[in-house]
């Protein structure tokens, strides 16, 4: 037998379906010429994005990450509903590349599918667009693989790499933290997109929780928090930087807001974070109270209610929280950066970075 024979041997027989995957392109294309920038050159479709840097510049530097959702997708799986962790994926990319002072220019996304079922493609897409249109990005291209044998049928994945431009002479770093410089928090939406495998296990395995139940203390089901969208700080983030003197930012994820501020906090130096400033939602006290988790894996898993740090000129203070607050974010004065009183044999592994530390008690936890 040939493989022109009836019967033969067929993409579509071995799983993939090419005609499926052409309808997800006409159900998706509309989301993703929302988020088109006048660089963009060209149309959808090419087998390359092609974007163009207009003049303008001085010395401009690219700034690049790559990021995924995690198993947030497993929560959106079971809930059947699929168009807002597009949201997160865009979220967990253009804030990380904010943190040097980029402003997000494009996005490339990559998803994985057991099977290609075109409205459910759609739908991630829609996710993605809308968050791309939030951070004022273009979704400029991008990947959808079929894997039948290797994914199930209703299994997906997603991931995407974005790209930034910042003048060299703005870039922001460590390098421009000084004592007394102020710690500014910017309010998270929620769980964001990190610790799913610790919250589900405590609230859907070992508390039997049903996602689809309405839970008083979120005055909505466990599931619409579990998939409330990732914030997206990149314009919010921009336009501080615009208007104060910004030394960094730092992106609260895996990790938790100490170890991850400690990342732009240079050797010799403490930032002192007071818990008495906020007090952390009720999704992480049930996650806290429930699967008895100690404080500090609490702290190192989940944001806790921060998503995005700021370190500000101290003069700069008030004028970073009205920007914000204009902007209706919730934030306020997390803490301060102080001279470290380790030395350097005391700081070890930390003594080219400085150190984050949360001091006090939560008013409710």
């Given amino acids: 037998m040939t493989d022109n024979e009836p019967g033969g041997a067929s993409y579509a027989a071995a799983g993939v379906d090419i005609d499926a995957g052409e309808r997800a392109v006409q159900l998706f294309a509309p989301h993703a010429k929302r988020t088109l920038r006048p660089e963009v050159m060209g149309g959808l479709g090419g087998f390359a ?4 840097l207009k003049g303008g510049y001085r010395e401009p530097v690219l700034a690049s990450s790559t990021d ?8 959106a799986q079971a809930m059947g509903k699929h168009d807002t962790v597009g949201r997160d994926l865009v979220a967990m990319v253009v804030d990380d590349l904010v943190v040097c002072g980029a402003e997000p220019l494009f996005l ?13 493609v759609a739908e991630l897409v829609k996710g993605i667009a809308d968050g791309c249109v939030d951070a004022g990005c273009t ?17 997906y994945d997603l991931s995407a790499t974005g790209v930034g431009i910042v003048e060299a002479d703005s870039v922001l770093s460590p390098d421009r933290v000084r004592p007394g410089d102020v710690v500014i928090a910017m309010g998270s939406s929620g769980l964001h997109s990190n ?15 049903d996602l689809g139940g309405h839970v ?7 599931g619409e928090e579990m998939l409330e969208p990732t914030r997206i700080y990149a314009k919010d983030c921009l336009a501080l930087a615009a208007e104060t003197d910004v030394r960094t930012f730092s992106h609260v994820t895996g990790g938790g807001l100490a170890d991850n501020l400690a990342r732009v906090i ?15 939602a009720p999704i992480f006290q049930m996650i806290a109270h429930r699967g008895r988790v100690e404080r500090a894996e609490m702290e190192r898993t989940f944001n806790m209610g921060v ?17 914000l607050t204009a902007r209706h974010l919730d934030c306020w004065v997390l803490g301060s950066i102080k001279k470290s009183h380790l030395t350097k044999a005391e700081q070890g592994k930390s003594a080219k970075n400085g150190v984050a530390e949360l001091m006090g008690e939560h008013p409710r936890f």
């Avoid at 995924?68 to 929560?75: D, F, L, S």
């Avoid at 400029?140 to 049928?153: K, Q, S």
């Avoid at 610790?195 to 929780?209: I, N, Q």
């Avoid at 500000?312 to 929280?321: G, H, S």
């Fill in 68 to 75: 995924g959702v995690g198993t947030k997708i497993a929560v």
């Fill in 266 to 280: 240079p050797g010799g130096l403490v930032a002192e974070l007071d818990r008495g400033t906020w007090s952390p």
């Fill in 139 to 155: 979704l400029l291209g991008g990947e959808t693989a079929e894997h039948p044998g290797l994914m199930g049928e209703t299994d």
């Fill in 108 to 120: 490339q996304d990559y998803i994985a599918v057991g099977k290609v079922v075109p409205e459910v």
């Fill in 49 to 52: 994005g092609l974007f163009k």
């Fill in 195 to 209: 610790g799913y495998s610790l919250a589900r296990k405590v609230l859907l395995e070992w508390g039997h929780m």
């Fill in 216 to 222: 008083e203390e979120f005055e909505r089901t466990l």
């Fill in 307 to 323: 998503g995005m740090v700021a370190v500000v000129a101290p003069e700069d203070t008030d004028r970073a929280l009205a920007v």
